[in-house]
């Protein structure tokens, strides 16, 4: 069983930032892969950003140069800096994590935070 808690979504001015949080808890043995994704009223969900265990990051390009993904591998945490917002990024954003536990490997979503930019 793996449960993740996203935290730091909320209101924020355009050109703000917010720092999104992704910790994920449970009887894990390896944090592979974390990643953000985002799903704006009528639209459909979309990768912001994903980190894996070696290294790799892959960015959605609507957020390059804004958006850092970072990890904390011995918290299971992952983060989302996102600077300079603009009200197109107003979305529900999901965090994702694969991770091994034990010899499985399990896939898990969030349930979701909002972030709205607006003035």
């Known amino acids: 069983q793996v449960e993740l808690v996203e935290s730091g979504g909320g209101l924020v001015q355009p050109g703000g930032s917010l720092r999104l949080s992704c910790a994920a808890s449970?009887?894990?043995?390896?944090?592979?892969?974390v990643g953000w994704y985002r799903q704006a009223p009528g639209k459909e969900r979309e990768l912001v950003a994903r980190?894996?265990?070696?290294?790799?990051?892959k960015y959605a390009d609507s957020v390059k140069g804004r958006f850092t993904i970072s990890r904390d591998n011995g918290k299971n945490t992952g983060y989302l800096q996102m600077n300079n917002l603009k009200p197109d990024d107003t979305a529900v954003y999901y965090c994702?994590?694969?991770?091994?536990?034990?010899?499985?490997?399990?896939?898990?979503w969030g349930q979701g935070i909002a972030v709205t930019v607006s003035s």
């Open positions: 449970g009887s894990i043995s390896r944090f592979n892969v």
């Open positions: 994702y994590v694969n991770v091994r536990i034990y010899t499985l490997i399990r896939e898990v």
């Open positions: 980190s894996d265990i070696i290294g790799g990051t």
